[in-house]
């Protein structure tokens, strides 16, 4: 019988929860971002993108969140930075390491995209449509670039430090491993991946495999700064892929 990894971390203990919790960040981070985007804009005239709201509320709103659970459920703060404090060397030659595996992923998709194009030209026009569709995050940075390079820098901190930072504590500590107690862990996997992409709307076909490899990692490391080290050099590589590719 499997031992379960993550039986002894303290999560929700229940699939409603679980839904309660994810429904709150979504709508709250919806709301604030709707609110904030009213004010600056319509209030201060400042025509501050909308995305450019959502990126940073949604990140703050997940993680402030997250640690409220987390604290609620007894988790001891203090020991934790200890922890990551300890072994913070470490997390980052790992994170370093399953980076370079996600390029390697890449570059190998991308060759096989281009075999099967060699084979039947049709698919990898499509293919080729697909990875060039700008996803809104894209175009918002885009923007921001344009219009100051103070303003640029601000977004790509929100998008490689305070969204993985949210993110990972609500997918990866509070969604996966509440799964994971209860589900074996291709299921998890494959559940937790499916929220998280779904969460990505038009970009979660391509951010689908990407969580299966956050999933892999957290079930394998068990190391949450991994996935977060991790998930910001993936998002700083998406983003100025498109930005100058």
Known sequence: METNPFSGIRTYDSYRQLF???LFVTVLSVVLSAGTALFLNKLLGLGID???????????????????????????????????????????LAALKYYGVYLLIIAALI???HLIGQLIPAPQEAVLKHLETQTARDAAVRGALGVSRLRFLFLMFNICVVTPLGEELLYRRLIYATLRKRLGF???????????????????????????????????????????????????????????L
Not at 61 to 81: I, P, S, Y
């Open 20 to 22: 309660e919790l994810f």
């Open 50 to 92: 909308f995305e450019e709201i959502y990126i940073l509320i949604q990140g703050l709103v997940a993680l402030v969140t997250c640690l409220g659970v987390m604290k609620e459920r007894g988790a001891d703060f203090k020991e934790t930075w200890r922890d990551w404090n300890r072994n913070a060397l470490n997390d980052i």
């Open 111 to 113: 060759l096989l995209a």
């Open 186 to 244: 291709f299921k998890a996997l494959f559940a937790s991946s499916v929220i998280f992409s779904a969460a990505h709307l038009s970009a979660s076909l391509a951010v689908f495999p990407v969580s299966l490899l956050f999933g892999y990692i957290y079930e394998k490391k068990r190391r949450l700064p991994v996935n977060i080290l991790l998930h910001g050099l993936i998002n700083l590589f998406a983003t100025t892929a498109h930005l100058f």
